[in-house]
């Protein structure tokens, strides 16, 4: 079911809008989503932003710490950073941050293509709930659900984004 108080859209705008705020002037900028939902909104973002050419997407599956425990999924990706990430000002960008988990596992992966001089964290959405000491530098709206539901982000045919309630 749609969630009521989150319009995808405009929430997208208000990233996009901190987004570009936060990479004008900096060194070597670049974007690099987190599959599914980070991909669909760093390539809106990168295609905005005229950054084509430095726009990244990272599969986490492979380096997540509950690998063992939750399988491999179906529609593992593969990771596609053709950049150099070294000194690199990376805009990593994820749909809804909750425990941290997923965003360790891509500043790992990230390591494994160089040393950035700097990473950013934009999410679309903080859903609380973290389990290791991580923040979004970017968010675009904050929001508490109950234990077993999750918040999905969907892409339409014709590209736009909407919210989806999950019940676990």
Known sequence: MPHPELDAESLYR???????????????PAIVGIYSGGAWLAER??????????????????????????GLHAQVKPS???????GASILLVDD???????????????F????????????????GGRELPIAADFVAASVQLPPGQSLV?????????SFTVDHA
């Not at 809804?96 to 990230?110: M, S, W």
């Open 14 to 28: 208000q990233l996009a809008s901190q987004a570009r705020q936060a990479l004008a002037g900096l060194p070597d």
């Open 45 to 70: 973002l990168a295609a905005e932003l005229g950054l084509g050419e430095r726009l990244g997407f990272i599969d986490v599956s492979f380096y997540r710490d509950d690998f063992a425990e939750k």
């Open 80 to 86: 596609q950073v053709g950049f150099s990430v070294d």
């Open 96 to 110: 809804v941050l909750y425990t941290g988990r997923t965003t360790r596992a891509a500043i790992n992966e990230l």
């Open 112 to 127: 494994d293509y160089g040393r950035p001089g700097r990473i950013m964290l934009a999410a679309l959405v903080d859903r």
């Open 153 to 161: 982000l969907q892409r339409a045919d014709d590209g736009s984004l």
